[in-house]
């Protein structure tokens, strides 16, 4: 990968409609060798998809919720059958299994209060969980997509 290759990536991260004209201007190269590139940069799995970014409030979908889940279940099968629960939760936008004192972190992107109440209910109906902990995010201060590329 070389630094044309990084500012096409930078390129589509900040706006994937951008066409191979288009970033071909940007990148001092004709419209072939630059999709070729983007073609090349997709079969490598450095892109792996293009999608539009949606505005929530217009959504009603404002209130991000970050809860952290501890078990007493550390196997596989336990892992199995909750990730698949989770997995069925669209408001679950993130999903991670963490070190130290939590064993998992769910951001959850809900309408408001009451839907989260309804999303908790449903995720202690399903699965056994020792502890669960709600932050809810009172202002979004940074937000992003867009991977640091550096060299």
Not at 2 to 8: E, L, P, V
Request: aromatic fraction near 10%; charge should be positive.
């Amino acid at each position: 990968m070389d630094s044309t290759d990084i500012k096409i990536l930078d390129l589509l991260q900040k706006d994937a409609t951008l066409n191979a004209s288009q970033i071909a201007e940007a990148v001092n190269l004709s419209k072939t060798p630059c999709w070729r590139r983007i073609q090349n940069l997709e079969k490598q799995g450095l892109i792996e998809k293009r999608v539009a970014l949606l505005n929530r409030e217009k959504l009603d979908r404002g209130m991000d919720v970050f809860v952290t889940i501890r078990t007493n279940q550390h196997n596989a099968s336990w892992f199995k059958k909750f990730s698949n629960i989770v997995d069925g939760f669209p408001e679950v936008v993130e999903f991670y299994r963490m070190s130290g004192q939590i064993d998992y972190l769910l951001r959850v992107v809900v309408r408001d209060m009451k839907a989260y109440d309804r999303f908790y209910q449903r995720l202690i109906e399903k699965i056994d969980i020792n502890d669960v902990n709600s932050n809810f995010a009172m202002e979004q201060i940074k937000y992003t997509t867009a991977i640091p590329i550096v060299r």
